[in-house]
């Protein structure tokens, strides 16, 4: 599980790390030689974070960002400045930077959310697992798997097509779903959905709430309290109170038959067949409070 509650970042453009660290900040000089500290503060998902307060040590007062979340002190002297930021809420970051006649990129800081009243991020990271899998015009089914569900037992522990969640904290607004996986000559496409109750072996006996279908990486946006694509079951987010499944599937968009589909309108008339073989999937479920998310944001590992 990845917490961003509690990974403080600070990002200086052109600049170090940490709050012992010294570099050169954003500099502006009005042509008469005045020297001025000017930077911007945003939180975890680069927006902007107004009304924060902005310290330089040893200078009398402070001065607060705007809605754009910019501030500009000064005039100051050549040399080394301490620069604290803080808002409540997040966790305060203290950088040293150094000012001289240069121009340099403005500085950058980060505000990392310590409170569940401020708009944060969590992401959890969940891997699923099928020895074997089989989708075929009758229906979909994990070829050893199904005997541990029809009889209740764990014969294949290693086997792992869903893993179960619940909303963790409240003020949730939207969760992002992303979802990748090594294509297979026999099977490409996977499908996802989330449902309740866990554990069914017969998708009848479950409710839906959330699914998409398609190659890798998959990406959807569940929105919270509300109804999601064509499913009519609304996406509780009322924290630890519901159990969801989360099922990594396999998809009627590809196969080693594929599908036969009508011309004209483009629906299935029968099935293909898609075979999946020690098919490993791994997922990222980032939950978005009292803010909905960045659409520029994602949990996918670079590369």
């Known amino acids: 599980m990845r917490l961003t ?7 200086l453009f052109g600049g170090c790390f940490g709050q012992s660290s010294a570099g050169p900040a954003g500099v502006e000089d009005t042509g008469g030689g005045a ?3 000017e930077g911007l503060v945003v939180d975890q998902e680069i927006v902007p974070v107004a009304a924060a307060v902005v310290v330089v040590k040893d200078r009398d007062g402070f ?3 705007d809605e754009t979340g910019r501030f500009k002190v000064g005039p100051v002297e050549a040399g080394e400045h301490v620069v604290t930021v803080e808002k409540a809420g997040y966790a305060t970051q203290t950088v040293t930077v150094r000012i001289d006649a240069d121009p340099a990129p403005p500085l950058t800081i980060t505000l990392t959310a310590v409170a569940l009243d401020v708009p944060y991020q969590l992401t959890t990271n969940h891997v699923t697992f099928v020895i074997c899998a089989s989708r075929n015009p009758i229906g979909g089914v994990p070829c050893t798997k199904l005997a541990d569900w029809a009889a209740g037992t764990n014969v294949s522990p290693d ?3 869903a893993y179960t969640f619940k909303v963790p904290n409240p003020g949730l607004k939207e969760l992002l779903v992303e979802i990748t996986w090594n294509p297979q000559s026999l099977g490409k496409d996977v499908e996802y959905w989330i449902q309740t109750p866990p554990g069914q072996a017969l998708t009848v006996a479950t409710l839906k709430y959330f699914g ?3 190659g890798p990486p998959l990406r959807g946006w569940v929105q919270a ?3 999601n694509g064509n499913y009519q079951n609304v996406f509780d987010a009322e924290p630890n109170k519901i159990t969801y499944e989360a099922v990594s599937g396999w998809s009627d968009g590809n196969g080693t038959i594929p599908p036969v589909r009508d011309p004209t309108t483009g629906n299935t ?3 293909g067949t898609t075979l999946f073989l020690n098919h490993r999937t791994e997922s990222w479920l980032t939950y978005f409070y009292n803010r909905e998310g960045s659409r ?3 949990a996918l590992p670079d590369g």
């Open 5 to 11: 509650l509690v990974a403080a970042t600070l990002l």
């Open 35 to 37: 020297l001025y500290i």
């Open 63 to 65: 001065m607060e960002t």
């Open 159 to 161: 086997e792992r097509f």
């Open 212 to 214: 998409m279908s398609g």
């Open 225 to 227: 309290n509300a109804k």
């Open 269 to 271: 008339i029968l099935r």
């Open 296 to 298: 520029a944001f994602s």
